[in-house]
């Protein structure tokens, strides 16, 4: 059974600095393309990096310079470095997972997000 936890979330003053974690269980996050995405009431998730399996990563324009995203095989997680905090950047995020075992790529996994507050 596969299980998405995000953590991390929190209240921090517009500047400050967040770090979030995606821990899986049932998955192998080094054989997955993990993403984390951000949503707020009323709009469309959006994505905001993203982590091949092969350790390449891409950033949404708006997070570019600020976020950082990483992966720690060992202990099956991934991590979203959040620094420059602006108030928009309020929002649930999220971890989705897809693995690729023996090149057939899984469904997409998804934790139930982590609520992130910025205040100004």
């Known amino acids: 059974q596969v299980q998405v936890v995000e953590s991390g979330g929190g209240l921090v003053q517009a500047g400050g600095s967040l770090r979030l974690s995606c821990v899986a269980s049932g998955i192998s996050l080094s054989i997955s393309d993990v993403g984390w995405y951000r949503q707020v009431p009323e709009r469309q998730r959006e994505v905001v990096a993203t982590?091949?399996?092969?350790?390449?990563?891409d950033y949404a324009d708006f997070v570019k310079g600020r976020f950082t995203i990483s992966r720690d095989n060992a202990k099956n997680t991934v991590a979203l470095r959040m620094n420059s905090l602006k108030p928009e950047d309020t929002a649930v995020y999220y971890c989705e997972i897809e693995e690729y075992r023996f090149g057939i790529r899984s469904p997409s996994y998804w934790g139930p997000g982590t609520q992130v507050t910025v205040s100004s």
């Open positions: 982590i091949s399996r092969r350790g390449s990563s």
